[in-house]
């Protein structure tokens, strides 16, 4: 479903302001499922956080996105993984991500989760703190 719907997307479909760091949109919402498609200023970043307990996969549709990512279960170390136009990545339920745009250009992104969005938890990285909890905000409020 994602890469359907990567491949639909041209790369004008979510405009970004000037200074606008990131956009997004719901493409499709049902009771099993979302899929939302990101726009990513370059430095556009969002930091570390979970998604509240939903699988998912990421595709890069235009550009490159950078994921320093962990997991809540095996809390490893930081790790790292480039991912350029037309890569994937799987989201474990389990699995906290920090993810950016490195630039020059925007980058553009379709996200799907099931069970849809709901909550994403957003932690501290720093070292004798890390993966501790910092907030909690509602999916749809996350800027």
Known sequence: MV???????TADALPLAPG??????????????????????????????????STGVARVV?????????DLAARH??????LGTGDSVAVASTRVHEVWNPGPGR???VHAYSPPLATMTFFDHRPGHFLEPRRTECAALVG
């Open 77 to 82: 170390p930081l790790r790292s993984a480039t």
């Open 62 to 70: 235009e550009g490159e996105l950078i994921e320093m990512y962990t």
């Open 3 to 9: 890469e359907g719907l990567a491949a639909a997307v």
């Open 107 to 109: 980058a553009l992104s």
């Open 20 to 53: 606008l760091p990131r956009r997004y949109a719901k493409l499709l919402a049902t009771a099993e499922y979302d899929v939302w498609l990101i726009a990513w200023a370059a430095g556009g970043a969002l930091e570390l956080h979970d998604h509240g307990g």
